[in-house]
């Protein structure tokens, strides 16, 4: 079984309010426990965290052991202020702040660093991401910083000119990537990190009520058409669902993303051992140094 390379266990797949409300007192073990159990359940022993501000993941991976997982976390991710992020962290405002922020998630034992350099898919205007995206210079200093604190870098990234900043910066994932074009993923190619689509975030709101399909359609066909490129151009790559993001469930999220990776590549050795490549260059770079 492959391992979830990007989860959020404070949430819950559900409603993110409620799920948070429930570590409003401080991380709810009872709760991270029964999503390690599900985890268990599901034959998945590999956790990677997107983080949190309430310490629920710090939590988790202190828990993990005793369900047989490996799972490894940011403490929560770094945003700048006025930018989106809040929703899984802390931001900073310069860069003296944002050193101080990775000091801080080292302290509290990070595994890697995981910033925020653009905003979420717009549903209301296709192709279009929300928010401005940070400059490419600052997140070239932000990952700079990073590694040379001894951490590998985790990006929220969406946009071709986020990607190509992201890439250009040194990244050492890339998480998401919505709207990429054939240039961007050929960068990413050529570059050393790995590319997490999180392809069930959107294929999963389908019938849901939330959005139109119609608004959903295009966005999923957008990603299923980048996957071919990135298989055909051996793009790093690995399996993550976002699980915790609404209608992304923990533990069958990581077979939602799975499954749909093979209906868009088909069921091959070569899809398989691509994927298995990619995790283990997350198992590998996705620890403290």
């Not at 988790?60 to 945003?79: N, Q, S, W």
């Not at 802390?90 to 050193?99: M, R």
């Not at 590549?265 to 198992?283: F, H, K, M, N, Y």
Request: glycine share 10%; hydrophobic share 40%.
């Amino acid at each position: 079984m492959f391992g979830e390379c990007h989860a959020h266990v404070i949430m819950d797949g559900i409603n993110y309010r409620d799920a948070v409300k429930r570590h409003r007192q401080g991380p709810d073990e009872a709760v991270v426990r029964k999503c390690l159990e599900t985890y268990r359940k599901a034959e998945v022993t590999f956790i990677r965290d997107g983080g949190d501000a309430g310490g629920v993941s710090l939590l988790a991976k202190k828990l993990a052991p005793e369900y047989g997982i490996d799972y490894r976390t940011p403490v929560f991710a770094i945003h700048k202020e006025g930018h989106y992020g809040s929703i899984v962290g802390n931001g900073f405002s310069d860069l003296k702040e944002f050193h101080a922020l990775v000091l801080r998630a080292a302290d509290l034992g990070a595994d890697f660093i995981k910033i925020m350099t653009t905003g979420l898919l717009d549903f209301h205007k296709h192709g279009e991401i929300t928010g401005t995206p940070l400059d490419k210079a600052e997140v070239r200093e932000m990952v700079h910083i990073a590694h040379e604190e001894g951490f590998a870098v985790m990006s929220h990234t969406n946009g071709i000119y986020g990607a190509r900043a992201a890439i250009e910066a040194g990244v050492d994932s890339l998480e998401h990537g919505n709207y990429m074009d054939g240039e961007t993923l050929s960068m990413l190619a050529d570059s050393s990190a790995v590319w997490v689509p999180t392809l069930v975030t959107v294929r999963n709101l389908l019938g849901c009520g939330r959005y139109e399909d119609a608004t959903l359609r295009p966005i999923i066909e957008s990603g299923e058409k980048n996957l071919k490129i990135a298989f055909a151009e051996k793009v790093k790559t690995a399996l993550g669902s976002d699980a915790g993001a609404f209608c992304v469930m923990h533990g069958q999220g990581i077979l939602d993303e799975y499954r749909a990776f093979l209906e868009i590549l088909g069921d091959s050795p070569e899809v398989t051992d691509w994927l298995s490549q990619g995790e283990a260059e997350i198992r590998e770079r996705f620890r403290r140094r």
